[in-house]
């Protein structure tokens, strides 16, 4: 994940809608299939990929292929074309011929199979697959990947298994009994766990992803007599509880998503593609997300009976998922080539539709700094324990966000059910919130109380007593509570203003009334103290970022360093005997001690005072005259024509900041 600047408006109850509209529930990658491209040409691979790495594609599909050394040799050529190109493959693990006993043979071969599935040699049983050899087979190709030093990012385990072509298992021509379902789910478990176990080895690829087979989502209505299973997401549902197993999640390994293929109707796109999916979350839940492993439009229903082209397809597709209150991977289009839906004409040459593609890739890219527009997440501040108001009172602020078009708050969610349930109703309006994640304390940590004349004051313990196990403690099963529920979270900030006797009882209080720098963190006396916190604070991120790297949902979500109190040229620590280190000289001694490493970006915020909700000029005058003041008043004014920053006038404080941000894009600021 690239770095990022994190700016986030803070205008206490004033609800202004945001400029910048929230992260598209779809995700931030699409792929692209083309199937079998293992048995073409290198010349014909290099081309392939190329061309989908042109339409800003970030992921690729094709089948996990070779049972001889000279096509494990083409395979490998692939896999390390596609990483030339930038490409994270996903490979679909299917069974092999070489997976069954000799002699095996399949019982549906033959003409009517041709007919229906397209090929005729017909599907094996995965009930009768050899395990043994599916784990060797898996062994020898994974042994090749290594060898040639690349890595394979995800694996689907099997293909649309919920219907004959790919499955024998399917009863052919007959409605499924209760037997052969169940004979049919234990087939796929037993697959799908020997695949797990060999992928999981540390020698092979423990941090890829793994995803359940492509739903093919057969019609009851066209497919008289039956030869699928209806409502197929039962088959991925009885996994967590066969045989006594949990198929899905153990001790071995995790599931990461669950497969399913859409290929909508082109006259009613948008009600068909939101069917499937609500039948699929209505079974199976929101706790991982969907991977759409294949969809497609074809080339010969378009225009549609609305006129729309397909062009005009995609971008519906694209903005439906958008809608959709659902967690998902990356799309993978069905396909480069080649089918009625494949994306190059005759010649190879790509289709215009093809930008709709690209058009869509460029949206969700995520471009490294300089941060852009879009890159910022822009929300409002709903602190001083919101969760303990009652249901009421949280909904009514809650819509009125939502009213405003306010798409991301920061805030706690504290352990408990008051917690969850305020995270729930958020969740409910369309809102993500980026999470000030607690430093955690081992039960008994004294909390001294503020002395007199120092009213709120060490809002927060001694940093120096953050305990990283009593941390993963609390945050590890909270954030897995709220992942059940499908929460995506728009970052992990940890702590709050982690460097001034505000929120670090480490400072003592009288303090001396300076701002330390960072020669002060080494030769004074307090400054050492708040240093061994720092350090404390910089091994309880080393545990965020674990449990992050390892979660089911929030694998993408960005940690951001505790947002800091910028009084450096102020006299108010001064005044009040209150001490502080500068913002750089907090941010340089993490870095020193691997901030870097730890987190995807610095947090921005520009708290506005609920009376004074534009301090735009002045704020502007001062910041580009680096003095950084801790402002507590100002009065309200429109940002005139003329101004540092090139605004025009009647400009918005909201748009002030993300204008600075944009022309200040490596700094950390905390205004206040």
Partial sequence: MEKRLYAIVVLGWLL???????????????????SNLTRESEAVQQKTLRDIHALHATWFRDVLSGTTPQMIAKFVTEVRLAKQYNL??????????????????????????RKRCGWPQGSSKLSQINLAKLAQRLRIQFDAVKAANLTIDAFEIGNEVDWICFNGDVPDGHTPTEAELTTAVRGYAHFLKVAAEVIRDPHYFPNAKIITFGIAHSSDRWDKPPHHFSNPARMVARLRNLDGFNYLDNATYHVDGYGTHIYPNPDNLEQSVTDLIRQDAAILGPDKPFWITEWGLAANK???????????????????????????????????????????????????????????????????APAQPGDLLVGVNLVNAPYNLTTDEQENILAALEHAGVRVIRGAIPPGDKGRGWADRVYAHGIKIEWIVDCGYAQGTPWPHAPEGFKGMWGEPPLSKADPDSFRTYFEPLLAKLEAKGMVLAGFELGNEINWAGFNADFPLPGQGRVFDKNDLVHDPEGRQIAQGLLQYVKTLTVL??????????????????????????????????????????????????LDKLVDGTVFIAILPPANPE???????????????????????????????GLRSGESAAQVVVALSMTRPGSSWFVK
């Fill in 615 to 645: 301090l735009a000029q002045v704020w502007l005058n001062d910041v580009h005259t680096s003095k950084r003041t801790a402002y507590r008043s100002a009065s309200r004014r429109e940002v005139q024509a003329e101004n540092h920053a």
């Fill in 545 to 594: 970022k674990e449990i992050r790297d390892h979660s089911k949902l929030n694998q993408r979500t960005p940690i951001i360093s505790a947002g800091l109190a910028d009084l450096d040229g102020s006299d108010w620590p001064h005044q009040r005997k209150a001490d502080a280190v500068s913002v750089f000289a907090t941010l340089d001694f993490l870095r020193t001690n691997g």
């Fill in 302 to 368: 378009y225009p549609n009976k609305q006129g729309q082209t397909r062009s005009g397809g995609i971008r519906t597709f694209y903005a439906t998922l958008d809608k959709l209150h659902v967690p998902f991977g990356p799309p993978f289009y069905y396909a480069y080539s080649p089918g009625g839906s494949e994306l190059i004409d005759a010649n190879g040459t790509l289709l215009p539709e093809a930008s709709a593609l690209a058009v869509r890739a460029g949206e969700q890219s995520l471009a490294p």
């Fill in 88 to 113: 994270k493959f996903l490979a679909n693990v299917l069974a092999a011929q070489a997976d069954y006993d000799e002699g095996y043979q399949s019982q549906n071969a033959g003409e009517e199979f």
């Fill in 16 to 34: 202004v809608a945001s400029p910048v509209s929230g992260l598209a529930q779809a995700g931030e990658e699409i792929g692209i299939d083309r």
